[in-house]
């Protein structure tokens, strides 16, 4: 079945670091793929997302590139802000076969320190 | 964007009582909906598939007599607690599709069972 793999946290950083959150995934079907974002006691937002290999998403300054051949999704933003502490989640939808339900990755906690 | 609705955002009850989480998109049509849960600190888990004009389909291991769906029209999915116990105290979220490639999320129901 479907599976998405995420970089373990939590991720503690200083702000204006550099982001890196890790995304892989495995899919029978053509996938399309997301990061959502979820802030505390909030349901999720989606954030961005890529549908076919070597497009790039990007929101808010956060990035992510479909990368068909390494089946990744990595998510980047140049400098980070003490407002993007949140849980972050990489998600894949394979409307071929799962008729556009989501699998999510385990999640990553982001905390930037001021 | 689109936008979807849950309602109520958060519920306490007595154990052994039912509980009603609606889910609503407000400005397009959904045939189908997603009713996800989510425990502390961890990923969605996939409940069921909420069908309009049929029934739900429901994941492997979540049980349809205690968790009750109905998908009343083509902007509303329902779903019922049953015989609420402490174990079931979680973030419930919905979700609905918006053509081929996106789904909107609700903002979530926390579900707090004494």
């Known amino acids: 079945g479907d599976s998405v793999t995420q970089m373990e946290g939590p991720v503690t950083l200083s702000e204006e670091a550099f982001l890196t959150i890790n995304c892989t995934y495995t899919a029978t079907g053509y996938p399309s793929l997301f990061w959502y974002v979820q802030y505390p006691g909030e349901g999720l937002q989606l954030l961005l997302k890529?549908?076919?290999?070597?497009d790039k998403g990007s929101n808010k300054g956060f990035e992510a590139t479909y990368r068909k051949e390494t089946t990744s999704f990595h998510l980047e933003k140049g400098s980070v802000q003490v407002s993007d502490s949140a849980v972050y989640f990489c998600a894949l939808s394979d409307r071929d076969t799962n008729a556009g339900k989501s699998t999510f990755g385990d999640g990553t906690t982001l905390t930037v320190k001021p | 964007g689109a936008v979807v609705s849950q309602h109520p955002s958060w519920v306490i009850c007595k154990s052994g009582t039912s509980v009603k989480i609606e889910c609503r998109s407000l400005?397009?049509?959904?045939?189908?909906m997603f009713w996800y849960r989510q425990f502390p600190k961890q990923s969605l888990m996939l409940m069921a598939t909420?069908?309009?004009?049929?029934?739900?389909?429901?994941e492997q291991g979540v049980e349809k007599d205690k968790f009750l769906i109905n998908h009343a029209s083509l902007t509303l999915s329902t779903l019922t607690v049953t015989s609420a116990h402490p174990e079931d105290s979680s973030f419930y979220i919905c979700?609905?599709?918006?053509?081929?490639?996106?789904?909107?999320f609700g903002p979530g129901t926390r579900l707090l069972v004494l």
């Open positions: 400005d397009f049509q959904a045939t189908t």
């Open positions: 909420s069908n309009e004009g049929s029934k739900a389909t429901y």
């Open positions: 890529a549908t076919k290999a070597d």
């Open positions: 979700s609905a599709p918006s053509g081929r490639e996106t789904q909107y």
